[in-house]
């Protein structure tokens, strides 16, 4: 009679691990995790006033299948002190561009500046996609204004 117990008992707790897998299996499966593909990468050297020669340098990455896209800028100041003549990191930036509807995009601007706002969202009305806002308006503009 014990005997029949124990095994009773070991079916169920058998049954009940199997059901517990079935029931998260799903759940793993549906989560799908964007792939970053490089599209555009350089380096921009200008001058300024204020702080003398510096350089930026940016990668862009598509990320499949969301079709939003990532664009890492990393500003150098050239060093005058101790290491005079390196370059060394002044900040950072990451811009997503992420079309949220059919007219309009989402632009997050996350900056580690100690003299920027840390991160702002701005909204655009435009009917291009993340790849044509990308190369015929952002990355236009972004050279422009370094000069």
Not at 34 to 44: H, L
Not at 109 to 119: M, V
Not at 134 to 139: E, L, S
């Amino acid at each position: 009679m014990e005997k029949k117990m124990n095994i009773l008992a070991g079916l169920a707790v058998l049954f009940m691990v199997c059901a517990v897998i079935q029931i998260a299996e799903p759940a793993a499966a549906a989560k799908v995790t964007d792939k970053a593909f490089k599209v555009d990468q350089g380096t921009k050297y200008f001058y300024t006033g204020q702080s003398g020669p510096m350089k930026m340098s940016w990668k862009t990455y598509l990320y499949v299948p969301s079709n939003k896209r990532k664009i890492f800028q990393t500003f150098y100041v050239k060093d005058n002190g101790r290491y005079s003549g390196h370059w060394v990191v002044s900040w950072h930036e990451i811009i997503t561009l992420q079309k949220i509807s059919k007219t309009k995009m989402k632009i997050t601007d996350y900056s580690d500046s100690e003299l920027g706002p840390g991160t702002t969202v701005t909204y655009k009305n435009t009917k291009l996609s993340t790849r044509k806002y990308y190369w015929y308006v952002y990355r236009p503009a972004m050279l422009r204004n370094l000069s």
